[in-house]
């Protein structure tokens, strides 16, 4: 049955008994009883040229398990894993209005420098790597929109403070799927961060690695964004093909 409905996810289209037998390896009349049962349970519809397709109780489940996922929750175990391979501050955080709140953080235990966002604390987008993956999300006008609204206060000789620096920083992150914060929130602390999508592409969320600036790996973005993907998939993303 599973691989039934592995296989039907991966049609674009309905499938036909014959090409599902054959990527199931199952007998036709073993794969025929099987997606027989599966109508009868709506797990499956069939069309009338013989084709089958997921079906509707599988969307009506995935709503109830959607509505009962608690981001926080998912995160946290992948976050361990790794602050534990790092031994640097996990950080997981989420837009509320114009700024990035932190929902969660793993402390490393050895960082000398003053840490400003601790839990529940907030920001603004364009301080933030994770605020700026929000940001890189957005069209043009809704981030000269956001430009606007704010002003685009800075808090150290590194801040980006005007729009056009801004767009030039979310192209990058753009481009490469990952922000960074080079001590434009606090001197001395640099991050790197990545998105959480959800099971529609939304970014929902974001994670950061914080440290040190004399301690900063760039191999950590490449971690930070596998990381990311991982909790991704957890919340249901599937990533496009290329």
């Not at 434009?184 to 440290?211: R, Y």
Request: proline share 4%; hydrophobic share 40%.
């Amino acid at each position: 049955m599973m691989s039934l409905l592995d296989a039907l996810a991966e049609a674009p289209d309905a499938a036909s008994l014959k090409h599902l037998a054959a990527v199931t390896e199952l007998h036709p009349s073993t794969a025929h009883r099987i997606l027989a049962a599966m109508c009868n349970a709506r797990f499956v519809e069939r069309q009338d040229a013989g084709n089958y397709r997921l079906g509707i109780r599988l969307l009506e489940l995935g709503n109830i398990v959607k509505s009962r996922i608690n981001l926080r929750e998912v995160a946290l175990p992948f976050m361990q894993a790794l602050h534990e391979k790092i031994g640097e501050a996990i950080n997981l955080g989420a837009r509320h209005d114009d700024d990035i709140v932190y929902l969660e953080r793993t402390s490393s235990g050895r960082s000398l420098v003053r840490v400003v966002y601790l839990v529940g604390g907030r920001a603004p987008l364009h301080l933030t790597s994770l605020g700026k993956l929000f940001l890189a999300a957005e069209s043009a006008q809704k981030v000269r929109d956001y430009a606007r609204r704010t002003g685009l206060p800075g808090k150290t000789p590194h801040s980006l403070t005007t729009l056009l620096a801004l767009e030039k920083e979310l192209d990058k992150v753009r481009r490469h799927g990952i922000a960074y914060d080079d001590e434009e929130a606090e001197l001395g602390l640099k991050c790197v961060a990545a998105p959480i999508h959800d099971d529609e592409g939304n970014v929902v969320a974001a994670l950061s690695v914080s440290a040190p600036a004399d301690r900063h790996d760039p191999e950590w973005g490449r971690q930070v964004k596998e990381t990311a993907e991982e909790v991704s998939r957890a919340l249901g993303y599937i990533k496009p093909r290329q």
